[in-house]
């Protein structure tokens, strides 16, 4: 075996160096990420890029080479990634002092632009952060608080995240989605807020009513005029008919069974009783 290897050292050492070259010069790339390959600092070829709605396995995954010591090879995630904006307080054009907290999802979809401009995905997060930010002080700044609880809170997520997606384009990256997590007054002026928003029902509640109680005493006059319309008509025709009901409706009051044996004087001749002289 020594004498093996004596005579056959140089061939194991340049095997040797051969099988140590290949490895350093085989690089995997998986399906989610990408592979910049980079030469004296610049970007010479791209392994596995992002293209939009590419099939799957037809983007360059898999067996690549690369020069050793001489080429490196940057990886990018090929997946949404995130930047989170640190909760502040946005002014309203309400006046009202809002607690906001948001992030947004991006995609790297210019990978050489990206390791050109940023380097890593991680310095892009940084750059986007303080961009997020302003962005959604912008634009809720041009809005009432009232506008978040509405369909309106859509149309402010689509506009910050169209400002937001033409900076991040300088960084090679593509801006998905916009999202607020929470926009809620501080808790003080919360506790404020919904005491004025039941004030402001309760005072709502009272100006229907009003507005009930008035329609309803217009009606019952109407009607009352009416009914005292049909009753002169009825009665004009007949005055002696309406004399006649008129008193019976008296008599059945004052002479009716229900006065518990009640006892009236009148005297023969009293005007009350002319119908029971008539014929």
Do not use: C
């Not at 010479?44 to 590419?54: Q, S």
């Amino acid at each position: 075996m020594g004498n093996l290897w004596q005579d056959y050292k140089a061939a194991w050492i340049v095997g040797g160096l051969a099988v140590i070259a290949l490895m350093l010069s085989v690089i995997v790339v998986p399906e989610d990420e990408q592979a910049v390959v980079v030469r004296t600092g610049k970007p010479v070829r791209v392994y596995n890029p992002f293209i939009d709605k590419a099939d799957f396995g037809q983007t360059g995954a898999g067996v690549h080479f690369r020069m050793p010591l001489v080429e490196q090879v940057i990886r990018i995630e090929k997946r949404l990634l995130s930047v989170d904006m640190q909760q502040q307080q946005v002014l309203s054009t309400d006046q009202q002092r809002l607690n906001v907290d948001a992030y947004a999802r991006f995609r790297i979809v210019d990978p050489v632009k990206m390791v050109q401009t940023a380097g890593t995905t991680e310095r892009v997060t940084q750059q986007l952060e303080p961009i997020l930010s302003s962005s959604v002080r912008q634009e809720l700044g041009k809005r009432t608080f009232q506008s978040l609880l509405t369909a309106e809170r859509g149309q402010a997520m689509e506009n910050i995240r169209k400002s937001l997606d033409n900076e991040a384009r300088e960084y090679g990256a593509q801006i998905v989605d916009v999202r607020i997590k929470r926009a809620d007054l501080p808790e003080g002026a919360l506790a404020a807020a919904f005491v004025r928003m039941e004030a402001a029902r309760q005072e709502e509640a009272k100006t229907v009513a009003a507005r009930g109680q008035r329609d309803a005493q217009i009606i019952r006059a109407d009607a009352e005029a009416q009914a005292a319309n049909i009753y002169a008509e009825a009665f004009g025709k007949d005055p002696a008919f309406y004399d006649f009901y008129r008193a019976m409706q008296s008599y059945a009051v004052s002479f009716g069974k229900g006065d518990g044996g009640k006892t009236i004087l009148l005297s023969p001749d009293n005007a009350y009783l002319n119908h029971f002289r008539e014929p």
